[in-house]
């Protein structure tokens, strides 16, 4: 088999196969033309190689725009303290409207993120109502159907914390009635996402051969079922998934900065990344904007300049702590690389997590489209362990959990960054969310870990945060207007 990287890049497009809906007042045979370089659905879902394919898609699929780029930023990231719009001043200038909590229903990037989920998530579907059928060697079958259902959680995992309530749909629609329903509350969401990940731990690896790196493993399902519950505040889950994961072989990479380059991606600390790619000679199909998007403007191979820290992320960090400089590319300096960043333009910082060194442009394709997009690292593992830990009042553990992190930031240098010694459940607790912050500063979890944390209407009240409304976003009025009402508003939207 192809290594995944190359092999999630594939050009038939399993959406269509199965979710097109028939329009019942057209049946005119003229309607009826077969898509060139499509497989009638009649055709798919035959053999092992069909399987295949449809895993493979489904992994492609998360590396679409609506995936890793605009939307995920407006929605996941600008509401943080962490970050801003950035790039110019005119530039996506509705970016700020997430950023100052005055985005409305109306507001396209909530559509983009809703449709990227669903999308996901019909990928999915498509494979677990299909491949059982499928005559195939049985383990590599259970296998498939594993990774899909981690891939289904993972999505639903992102809906139910933007959006709270969300239509559940665990099967392709198949009647008329099956396209148009109801929200779910959310605790029957969290509840369906634990069950996908249950089954999928049970059934994944722990690893696989080279040829297939990236895919979905026991590790990666045990450590979404821990912030799964984390986001509950069932501590005793975590402490016991966190565990597990601590048990499978996961270590942090040496050195903070390289952990985040491309010649280090699915590394010893990595637990689950989206595989991104430039392949020679293909640049529709080398699509990732992950890193564009958030690159250096101004400077070839850099990119557009979005979703860049702020100061008070800046401020958090400790006198000392190489984290900073791993995290942040100041302007007017050289990244460790050798890119010297121009002393002048629109923002005075960037996002050093999502760079690639200029010199890997390769012109004609979307810069540092080579880069891999890091969704779950063993330091978050061990952060959730620390937090879970002290709340359930085993303070050496969580003192334990959290200096492993601690000693890798510091490598060795007993000078900067020194022991948490506290055994105050209090204090430790903010001590745990200080490291969360600057450890995985920039990586979509800060806005949602304060809401969690029940400190959004302090930290995020000077810039408009308001309690029960900002707890979730809008969903998508389109949505709305779609489902001829069926879908329902949040409160205050």
């Known amino acids: 088999m192809k290594n995944i990287k190359n092999n999630l890049y594939i050009t038939l497009s399993l959406s269509l196969l199965t979710t097109t809906v028939v329009m019942q007042g057209c049946q005119k045979s003229f309607l009826n033309v077969p898509q060139q370089a499509q497989t009638p659905v ?13 895993v493979s898609a489904m992994y492609a699929n998360l590396h679409e725009w609506t995936n890793i780029a605009f939307a995920p930023i407006a929605v996941e990231s600008m509401g943080s303290d962490d970050a801003e719009k950035g790039s110019s001043t005119n530039d996506a200038a509705f970016m700020n409207d997430f950023d100052n909590f005055t985005a409305t229903a109306s ?93 999928a731990a049970a059934v994944l690896p722990q690893s696989y051969p080279a040829t297939d790196v990236g895919r979905a493993t026991k590790g990666a399902a045990l450590a979404l079922h821990a912030k799964v519950a984390m986001y509950q505040q069932k501590w005793a889950d975590v402490l016991t998934y966190t565990n597990q994961v601590m048990g499978l072989g996961y270590s942090l990479f040496p050195n903070f900065e390289k952990l985040f380059r491309t010649e280090n991606e699915n590394n010893s600390e990595s637990i689950f990344e989206i595989q991104n790619a430039l392949i ?70 960037y996002n050093y997590k999502s760079y690639v060194p200029f010199s890997m442009y390769v012109s004609g394709f979307n810069e540092g489209c080579q880069q891999n997009v890091r969704v779950i690292r063993y330091a978050d593992v061990l952060l959730m362990n620390a937090e ?59 806005y949602f870990d304060v809401i969690r944390q029940g400190r959004a209407a ?10 029960n409304k900002n707890e979730v976003w809008p969903i998508p009025q389109t949505e709305i207007d779609l489902s001829a009402g069926v879908l329902t508003q949040n409160p205050g939207y």
């Open 280 to 349: 020679p000679g293909n640049s529709a199909a080398s699509n990732s904007q992950y890193s564009q998007v958030q690159g250096v403007r101004g400077s070839t191979g850099g990119g557009w300049g979005f979703n860049v820290p702020t100061q008070d992320l800046v401020n958090e960090f400790e006198t000392g702590d190489p984290r900073k400089a791993g995290t942040i590319i100041f302007r007017g300096t050289t990244t460790v690389e050798g890119d010297p960043i121009p002393a002048v333009g629109d923002n005075p910082m």
């Open 42 to 54: 009649a055709q798919f879902w035959q053999s092992a190689g069909d399987a295949q394919k449809g």
């Open 458 to 467: 302090t930290v995020f009240g000077p810039k408009g945060w308001k309690a």
């Open 107 to 199: 507001e396209g990037q909530l559509t983009d993120f809703w449709k990227g989920e669903y999308q996901t998530i019909n990928f999915a579907n498509q494979n677990l109502d299909n491949i059982p059928g499928i005559n195939m060697d049985a383990n590599l079958k259970a296998r498939y159907l594993a990774e899909s259902k981690f891939i289904r959680a993972y999505a639903y995992f992102r809906l139910v914390r933007a959006f709270g309530d969300v239509p559940l749909r665990v099967h392709l629609p198949k009647d008329p009635g099956d396209y148009n329903i109801p929200r779910a509350p959310k605790a029957q969401v969290w509840a369906a996402i634990e069950a996908d990940l249950t089954d």
């Open 388 to 446: 879970a830990a002290n709340e359930l009042g085993q303070t050496a553990q969580a003192l334990s959990s959290l200096e492993l992190v601690r000693a890798r930031a510091r490598g060795g240098n007993n000078a900067i960054l020194p022991k948490v010694t506290t055994t105050v459940q209090g204090t430790l607790r903010t001590a745990i969310w200080h490291e969360r912050r600057v450890e995985l500063a920039m990586e979509f979890d800060r």
